[in-house]
């Protein structure tokens, strides 16, 4: 049974609009982190958290919002969509502090805004 | 800050044949080292990871990659290469220090494998 389950896995959004991406973990990870996949750029880290109620800023937070309301759960929020989040996003966690750089993804969410 | 270098965007290997992935990072120290594939439609995993020791690390499916301090490389290899192996493969990169998995990516490799 996979481990991080994002959803949804596929969503059309109108610019200007607000999509919330969603991430649920079981496997009792501490750390939980939102990353952005764009063709040519490999991925890039948008926020992280490693702490229920708490987030921080990655590489490249503009434009994202984080939500980390438990342990097993992490959203993605933006609030005014726009062309260039038009990417793939993927959820991933990984396990307590002095970390192993072991990040256990989900399948990713397809979002395009038009 | 760190940074990875995949200067192949695409290789095409023969089924059979051996393999080379490159990968070069920029970082003050050694850090610690990774190999990522995705295949099609899925998420990353893990492949292997050096964090000291030993410069060459084995992986799953007969996957190694050598590490090398002089030339800030992490070179992934394998001797004889399957049809499955088709994938895109991430080198990634966490500095050794604080809590956070915070890898840096390079930007991937796709592998194609000819018949």
């Known amino acids: 049974e996979a481990a991080v389950t994002q959803s949804p896995r596929s969503k059309v959004a109108v610019t200007g609009g607000k999509v919330t991406l969603s991430c649920h973990q079981t496997n009792n990870h501490d750390y939980m982190y939102w990353y952005r996949q764009d063709t040519g750029h490999g991925l890039r880290l948008i926020h992280y958290?490693?702490?229920?109620?708490?987030?921080e800023k990655g590489d490249i937070p503009d434009g994202y919002k984080a939500s980390r309301p438990s342990q097993e759960n992490f959203s993605l929020i933006l609030e005014l969509a726009s062309l260039s989040q038009t990417a793939v996003y993927f959820c991933?966690?990984?396990?307590?502090?002095?970390?192993?750089?072991?990040?256990?993804f989900g399948e990713g969410s397809k979002l395009t805004v038009l | 800050a760190q940074s990875v270098t995949q200067p192949d965007a695409r290789v095409t290997v023969s089924e059979g044949a051996s393999l080379q992935l490159r990968c070069k990072y920029s970082y003050s120290a050694t850090p610690y080292l990774f190999w990522y594939v995705q295949y099609p439609r899925q998420g990353l995993q893990l492949l292997l990871k050096y964090y000291s020791g030993d410069p060459v690390v084995q992986g799953v499916n007969g996957f190694e990659a050598e590490f090398s301090k002089s030339n800030s490389s992490f070179h992934l290899r394998k001797a004889s290469v399957h049809w499955s192996d088709s994938a895109v493969y991430f080198c990634?990169?966490?500095?050794?220090?604080?809590?956070?998995?915070?890898?840096?990516f390079g930007k991937g490799t796709q592998l194609i494998i000819q018949p």
């Open positions: 991933a966690s990984s396990r307590d502090r002095g970390g192993t750089g072991q990040l256990y």
């Open positions: 990634a990169v966490r500095p050794n220090t604080g809590g956070a998995d915070r890898l840096t």
């Open positions: 958290s490693y702490v229920a109620d708490s987030t």
